[in-house]
Structures are given as structure tokens and as C-alpha cells.
């Protein structure tokens, strides 16, 4: 998927409706994806992503010692693939290559984009402080590539239970904003 | 609306796919509610819940000196009064009265629940090493009242510029899950 630079301080576009992501990192000769239904946005400017990756993941160790990663947004045609991959464990397998995915580099971080995804976002590590006690990594996303169509993609959200939403219809309440709040 | 007891340990089912939240908060004479788009789960048990509270909101104060709130889930009939209630601020009215919402009192915390939200989340807070710093603040949820039916209510999803999502249809994979990850 051909993307574009996308200005960081809009993320909360994409990461605030609550969708499933895929999380890639590498250290070393080790690479992974892993999901994450997990995060939040924590500020505009600096573009602070806050991610709770527990530290059964095997993602976990390379994303701590890289200090980077890249959060990748999945459209619903890759959802039997995003259920796959949080179901098997980047310790026995290449999920790169298990599932047919595309590495691409990045421009600031040495982890690998997806390029199969809507958008990806470079990120990193910006405070640790709950990293050992929370699993909780707050990244500063330091770069943002996004697919320019379609506008709105259908994103796909966890509920539990191997139960998914789909993100539905989308509707303006713009007029009733004051414009500092938009 | 009428709630019944819910398991702390499965709030996720509600705050994973990423809705907006109303919190509503107490401190002495003082109540507020605010909109909540930045949020995320953080552990099943005890039942953790990370929300980035901006110290520009009214309810900030009340939250942090009270540490204590109810974070509710509003649904899509209650769309034009979330806009609203993000579009003013507690300074200056009491947003129960404003926005005709009714304060229910809660088991385990002073801050009244709203009755017209489907859920409502009692939270004490549980860390707040990331207050200062980031307006990042860990609760517990203590409590949990979730109305039996709809089963899948129709929650709205912010996107930034006035524009919202609105939750789609739900899709089970179960099947492709592996029984530990359910």
C-alpha cells in the first residue's frame, strides 16, 4: 500500500477510535509483530502514543532494549490475518514471513513498517517510567505514513471473547464545536 | 437505565474498542463531567484502566484531590449531550443540571454515576507516578454496573474535527483463537 507523509501531531485520527494494531519492532537479527488493542493518545506535540505490551510478548524484549518500534493500522481485510498473528508466538516463528507480509523500512527507526497496512507510524520510546511496573511504553511518534484512500478505512476493533467490531458509519457534529475545541 | 452488577476482571469488552467515556467526579460541594476519547485498559486484575486527563479540564482538580471518579459509557442517543459536555466547561455550570443527566449515587466512591449512560465504572485511582508529568492517571475500577441489555449497544468513537465513528457490526473469530487467549 503506497503511503504519505502524514503530519504526527494528527494522529489521534487514527489511533483514538480504539482499532486493533500491529506493532513491529527488531533488534538485532530478531524481528516481530505483535497486536495491540491496548494504547492511548497522551498528548498532540510532541505526538505521545501510550502502549500497554506485556511482557509475555515476545515483542516485549525488542521493543525495550530497541527503544523503537512501529505501530502499523490494519484494515479489515487483514483481520483473520491480525487474529493469526496475536495467536502464535514471534519466539518460534517469523510472523513476517509465516503470514506473508512486507517489511519496508523506515525512515528514523530500524524496525520495519508493514507495508500491507493502511498507515504506519514510527515511534520512539520517549518515558519508561511504568515500563517495568505497568508494561506501559509511552512513544513519541516521530514519523507518519498514510495511505492517502480510502478516507475512512474500515478498522477493526477487539472486544474480548475473539469478538470484533467493525468500525461502522461515520457522522459530523463539526457545527457544534467551538473552534478552539476542534 | 437499569444496571446490574458486572465483573471488574471484563470491563475491557467495553473500554477496548475505544468509545468515548464520560467521567463524572465529586470533590466537596463540587461534581463536573467531562469527555474522555484517551483512554485504555492495562490489566484484567486487578482491573486497571490508564486515562489521560488534561489539566485544563475542571475535572482535573476535582479527580486528582478527591482520587476517585466514574468513568460511564454513553451511547449514541447521547451523542448531541457529549458534544456538549466537551464544549464547556464546569467552571462555569453544573452539567448534570445543564444537560438534564441524572446523578445516581455509587457503592464505593463519592462521585455520582450517570444514570442515563449504559455503564458505569467506579474507579479509585492506582498510580499516579504519571500525573504530573504526562495528566496520565491509573484506576481501579472497584466497581462495575452494566445495563443487561442492549447487548451491544451502539457506542460513538471519536475522530478529531468534529467528526465521529459510530460502532459497526460485530464479527466473532472465536474459532481461530486459542483457548488460552480468550
Not at 15 to 21: K, Q
Not at 79 to 95: F, M, Q, R, Y
Not at 107 to 123: G, L
Request: charged residues 20%.
Amino acid at each position: 500500500m503506497k503511503k504519505a507523509d502524514f503530519p504526527v501531531a494528527n494522529v489521534r485520527h487514527f489511533f483514538e477510535p480504539g482499532p486493533v494494531m500491529l506493532i513491529s519492532s527488531a533488534l538485532a537479527n530478531e524481528r516481530d509483530i505483535m497486536t495491540l488493542g491496548w494504547h492511548t493518545v497522551l498528548e498532540f506535540s510532541p505526538s505521545l502514543i501510550g502502549c500497554m505490551i506485556s511482557v509475555g510478548n515476545h515483542s516485549h524484549r525488542l521493543i525495550k532494549e530497541s527503544r523503537e518500534c512501529v505501530i502499523n493500522l490494519p484494515t479489515s481485510g487483514l483481520l483473520d490475518t491480525v487474529v493469526a498473528i496475536g495467536n502464535c508466538s514471534g519466539e518460534e516463528i517469523d510472523k513476517f514471513a509465516e503470514f506473508s507480509l512486507t517489511p519496508q523500512p523506515a525512515s528514523n527507526v530500524s524496525a520495519p513498517m508493514i507495508a500491507e497496512c493502511h498507515a504506519s507510524f514510527e515511534c520512539r520510546l520517549f518515558e519508561d517510567a511504568l515500563v517495568d511496573s505497568l508494561n506501559f511504553f509511552v512513544f513519541e511518534v516521530v514519523k507518519a505514513h498514510v495511505a492517502p484512500s480510502p478516507k475512512k478505512p474500515e478498522t477493526v476493533h477487539y472486544c474480548g471473547d475473539g469478538e470484533f467490531m467493525l468500525s461502522g458509519k461515520h457522522v459530523s457534529r463539526r457545527s457544534l464545536f467551538r473552534p478552539e475545541m476542534l
